[in-house]
Nanobody
Framework: QVMLVESGGGLVQAGGSLRLSCAAS????????MGWFRQDSGKEREFVAA???????LYADSVKGRFTISRDNAKNTVYLQMNSLKPEDTAIYYC???????????????WGQGTQVTVSS
């Protein structure tokens, strides 16, 4: 089993920045693709960004140029740097692990509990 714990969420004004962290434990972190998803009230969970066990990365069009996903395998941690935040970025952000890189939630095997990000106008 893989355990994932998100942190770094909070309240920020539009235009501000936050960095989310996801700490993994239980298995060899470096072999997993890691993704970030988000879900706002009344909406379906949507893909945000993902990084492979190598150097590959994927981003949703809505966050390209503003968000950056990175990983530190030595610390078993994946990050999501969020800049130029907008009110529409408000959601619960979830970290997830998969055997391969992708943007589809069902392919991810392990999920964290989520961390709330609220962007005020």
């Amino acid at each position: 089993q893989v355990m994932l714990v998100e942190s770094g969420g909070g309240l920020v004004q539009a235009g501000g920045s936050l960095r989310l962290s996801c700490a993994a434990s239980g298995r060899t972190f470096s072999i997993y693709a890691m993704g970030w998803f988000r879900q706002d009230s009344g909406k379906e969970r949507e893909f945000v960004a993902a990084t492979s066990s190598g150097a590959g990365a994927l981003y949703a069009d809505s966050v390209k140029g503003r968000f950056t996903i990175s990983r530190d395998n030595a610390k078993n941690t994946v990050y999501l740097q969020m800049n130029s935040l907008k009110p529409e970025d408000t959601a619960i952000y979830y970290c997830a692990a998969a055997s391969s890189l992708g943007f589809s939630a069902p392919q991810y095997d392990y999920w964290g509990q989520g961390t709330q990000v609220t962007v005020s106008s």
